[in-house]
């Protein structure tokens, strides 16, 4: 079975951003970007289940600006065999992701794609769920276990209370969270292999998607920031504090 | 104008997480409906309909929302979606779980996690782990929202709305319940409580972690939360997560016991009215935030704390 993954460049998730002070957004001028965390699990599942034998090919599949091939090159030296960059310097929704990435599950016809449950820039955790819909597949979102089967994929999922672990035909979207496995460092040698492997560039246009974004960003500013608190010298402090002071107790 | 709910239920009873969202809801200005979609659902929906705010409730019945899988959810959601100008989830796993599935569907971009209602078609919401609030203004007929419920308060009781039963839609067939484990607890639900006692890494194990920080959560009678190092570790459970990837809360006291103050964490928590850090790194990033600070060891500070409440 090919799988896709779906990786994002976003910024590092160690980067504590700026909000631009004109309210227009965020400053991203000179800021570490990596592969968005999830999506470095996604690649990791994948590349596990190609171990396992049950995966054939690995395609990993960017949409961003010219930088991301950086992103996919990650992916190829964690362990994917090809990449599609769809290249583009807007902002890109959710929605619009998910309909470029129905373009190439439509083309590569994948019996799997795993995706970030969410990216950890704009937060959304949406574009798997949009994706499943947009082909019609079963989803198994915020992923903690896989096994996949010849025909179905049983997914055992982090859920509010606990765990729910429920079986899906093939083909299947696959979102994964933070348990799913640790991923691997990328080896010097697998680095060096991974730039003689293909990036194929595309465009929205190729895929025929609209990308205009449906929301309008009015403005960005940073949140309120909490008063400075005091340090207390002990146990019996902390407590008259609490009951007098704060009122909590 | 009219809003359509999905609530957050277990059948037997609806949880505080509708209630909540049911106050953004009513807050987009027009009439509210609240869909309850389960098996054996009739209590829920009962208790929707005493919300004050709800015009009416839809019961839809059937084996296949018994989990509340995405599949057949998404498609009951999209059959009634026409008469609805608005559609609200709370964002909980199983609203952030079928919501966007049925925004595809109906050709709409989601607004998720909103926690400040400006205009019917203008949010607040937060991106990079809350480090930047932005506003949004939706250009889509329909709005689509998954709802941060710590940001809004409880709707009170008080109503009386008509229950009507709608017919449940084709399951499509393609996801199966397995199995689910779900934690059975006397403590009240980390999401909707007024006191959360949060370990992090400093705990070291699972059987320190349940030596000091349960007989403190339970003397305060407050939930349990835990960091992302704690839960990766296996010292508390993965619905223990509070951040900015777990659960997002915002209790009357927030105590946080050997958690460094990761962004990440911060997001999930920094919305507590009092926070207090036990830490002993006197410049852990946890005290930036916290309104008391004790700097000091974990596993003397906590039994003391607890012995002496
Ligand atoms: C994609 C992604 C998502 C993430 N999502 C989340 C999330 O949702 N929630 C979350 O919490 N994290 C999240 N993280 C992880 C986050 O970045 C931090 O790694 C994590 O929060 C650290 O947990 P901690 O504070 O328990 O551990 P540490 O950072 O290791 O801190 C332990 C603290 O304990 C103190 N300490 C040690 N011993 C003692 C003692 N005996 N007494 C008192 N203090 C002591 C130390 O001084 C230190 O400050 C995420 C990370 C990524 C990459
Ligand atoms: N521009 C993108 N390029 C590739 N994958 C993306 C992109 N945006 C989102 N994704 C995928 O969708 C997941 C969820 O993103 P989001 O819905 O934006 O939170 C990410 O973890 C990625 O796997």
């Given at each position: 079975m090919k799988v896709l993954v779906a990786v994002k460049r976003v910024v590092d998730y160690n980067v504590k951003i700026r909000v631009k002070p004109d309210g227009t957004g965020v400053d991203l001028a000179n800021v570490k970007m990596s592969m968005n965390p999830f999506d470095e699990i996604a690649v990791e599942e994948a590349v596990r289940l190609k171990e396992a034998g049950t995966a054939t090919e690995i395609v990993a599949v960017s949409i961003g600006p010219q930088q991301a091939q950086e992103t996919l090159r990650t992916a190829l030296a964690m362990g994917a065999d090809r990449a599609i960059l769809i290249k583009t310097d807007e902002t890109v929704e959710p929605l619009a992701v998910a309909k470029l990435l129905k373009g190439v599950a439509e083309a590569e016809e994948p019996g799997l794609v795993i995706l970030g449950k969410?990216?950890?820039?704009?937060?959304?955790?949406?574009t798997g769920q949009m994706l499943a819909a947009l082909l019609g597949w079963p989803q198994g979102t915020f992923a903690f276990k896989l096994a996949a089967g010849e025909t179905a994929l049983t997914v055992t999922r982090e859920v509010d209370g606990g765990l729910q672990t429920v079986e899906l035909t093939l083909p299947a979207i696959v979102t994964t969270d933070l348990r799913l496995n640790e991923p691997r460092y990328a080896t010097l040698p697998n680095i060096m292999k991974a730039k003689k492997k293909p990036i194929e560039e595309k465009t929205p246009a190729d895929y025929g998607v609209?990308?205009?974004?449906?929301?309008?960003?009015v403005k960005t500013v940073e949140p309120q920031k909490r008063g400075g608190g005091i340090v207390v010298a002990s146990v019996d402090e902390l407590i008259d504090r609490l009951k007098n002071e704060a009122g909590v107790l | 104008m009219t809003t359509l709910l999905i609530a957050e239920h277990h059948d037997t009873g609806l949880s505080d997480a509708t209630a909540k969202a049911l106050s953004a809801a009513t807050q987009l200005g027009g009439e509210v409906h609240v869909l309850v979609a389960g098996e054996g659902a009739r209590a829920a929906a009962d208790a929707a309909a005493q919300l004050n705010g709800v015009a009416k409730v839809l019961l839809a019945e059937a084996p296949a929302y018994a989990h509340r899988l995405a599949e057949p959810l998404a498609d009951l959601i999209v059959g009634l979606a026409?008469?609805?100008?608005a559609i609200v989830a709370p964002a909980t796993t199983t609203g952030k779980n079928v919501l966007p599935r049925v925004a595809a569907l109906l050709d709409v971009m989601q607004v998720s996690d909103v926690t400040a209602v400006v205009a019917p078609d203008s949010f607040e919401r937060p991106i990079y782990a809350g480090n930047a609030i932005q506003t949004v203004r939706s250009s889509d007929a329909k709005k689509l929202l998954t709802v941060r419920v710590s940001a809004f308060a409880a709707a009170a009781g008080g109503g009386l709305a008509p229950v009507e039963p709608v017919a449940a839609s084709a399951d499509p067939g393609v996801s199966r319940f397995v199995e689910e484990s779900l934690a059975v607890s006397e403590r009240p639900e980390l999401g909707g409580a007024k006191i959360v006692v949060s370990g992090g890494r400093a705990l070291g194990s699972k059987e320190k972690f349940d030596e000091v920080v349960l007989p403190l959560a339970d003397k305060l009678g407050a939930a349990v939360g835990a960091s992302r190092a704690a839960v990766d570790a296996g010292?508390?459970?993965?619905?223990w997560q509070v951040g900015q990837t777990g659960k997002v809360v915002a209790p009357e006291l927030y105590v946080a016991a050997?958690?460094?103050?990761?962004i990440q964490h911060l997001?999930?928590?920094?919305?507590?009215?009092v926070i207090v850090a036990i830490n002993k790194d006197a410049e852990a990033p946890i005290f930036q935030i916290a309104d008391y600070g004790l700097v000091g060891d974990i596993f003397e500070i906590l039994p003391e704390l607890t012995g002496k409440l």
């Amino acid at each position: 079975m090919k799988v896709l993954v779906a990786v994002k460049r976003v910024v590092d998730y160690n980067v504590k951003i700026r909000v631009k002070p004109d309210g227009t957004g965020v400053d991203l001028a000179n800021v570490k970007m990596s592969m968005n965390p999830f999506d470095e699990i996604a690649v990791e599942e994948a590349v596990r289940l190609k171990e396992a034998g049950t995966a054939t090919e690995i395609v990993a599949v960017s949409i961003g600006p010219q930088q991301a091939q950086e992103t996919l090159r990650t992916a190829l030296a964690m362990g994917a065999d090809r990449a599609i960059l769809i290249k583009t310097d807007e902002t890109v929704e959710p929605l619009a992701v998910a309909k470029l990435l129905k373009g190439v599950a439509e083309a590569e016809e994948p019996g799997l794609v795993i995706l970030g449950k969410q990216a950890i820039d704009d937060d959304a955790n949406q574009t798997g769920q949009m994706l499943a819909a947009l082909l019609g597949w079963p989803q198994g979102t915020f992923a903690f276990k896989l096994a996949a089967g010849e025909t179905a994929l049983t997914v055992t999922r982090e859920v509010d209370g606990g765990l729910q672990t429920v079986e899906l035909t093939l083909p299947a979207i696959v979102t994964t969270d933070l348990r799913l496995n640790e991923p691997r460092y990328a080896t010097l040698p697998n680095i060096m292999k991974a730039k003689k492997k293909p990036i194929e560039e595309k465009t929205p246009a190729d895929y025929g998607v609209d990308t205009t974004p449906r929301l309008t960003v009015v403005k960005t500013v940073e949140p309120q920031k909490r008063g400075g608190g005091i340090v207390v010298a002990s146990v019996d402090e902390l407590i008259d504090r609490l009951k007098n002071e704060a009122g909590v107790l | 104008m009219t809003t359509l709910l999905i609530a957050e239920h277990h059948d037997t009873g609806l949880s505080d997480a509708t209630a909540k969202a049911l106050s953004a809801a009513t807050q987009l200005g027009g009439e509210v409906h609240v869909l309850v979609a389960g098996e054996g659902a009739r209590a829920a929906a009962d208790a929707a309909a005493q919300l004050n705010g709800v015009a009416k409730v839809l019961l839809a019945e059937a084996p296949a929302y018994a989990h509340r899988l995405a599949e057949p959810l998404a498609d009951l959601i999209v059959g009634l979606a026409g008469a609805y100008d608005a559609i609200v989830a709370p964002a909980t796993t199983t609203g952030k779980n079928v919501l966007p599935r049925v925004a595809a569907l109906l050709d709409v971009m989601q607004v998720s996690d909103v926690t400040a209602v400006v205009a019917p078609d203008s949010f607040e919401r937060p991106i990079y782990a809350g480090n930047a609030i932005q506003t949004v203004r939706s250009s889509d007929a329909k709005k689509l929202l998954t709802v941060r419920v710590s940001a809004f308060a409880a709707a009170a009781g008080g109503g009386l709305a008509p229950v009507e039963p709608v017919a449940a839609s084709a399951d499509p067939g393609v996801s199966r319940f397995v199995e689910e484990s779900l934690a059975v607890s006397e403590r009240p639900e980390l999401g909707g409580a007024k006191i959360v006692v949060s370990g992090g890494r400093a705990l070291g194990s699972k059987e320190k972690f349940d030596e000091v920080v349960l007989p403190l959560a339970d003397k305060l009678g407050a939930a349990v939360g835990a960091s992302r190092a704690a839960v990766d570790a296996g010292y508390a459970p993965n619905d223990w997560q509070v951040g900015q990837t777990g659960k997002v809360v915002a209790p009357e006291l927030y105590v946080a016991a050997g958690i460094s103050g990761a962004i990440q964490h911060l997001a999930g928590m920094k919305d507590s009215r009092v926070i207090v850090a036990i830490n002993k790194d006197a410049e852990a990033p946890i005290f930036q935030i916290a309104d008391y600070g004790l700097v000091g060891d974990i596993f003397e500070i906590l039994p003391e704390l607890t012995g002496k409440l």
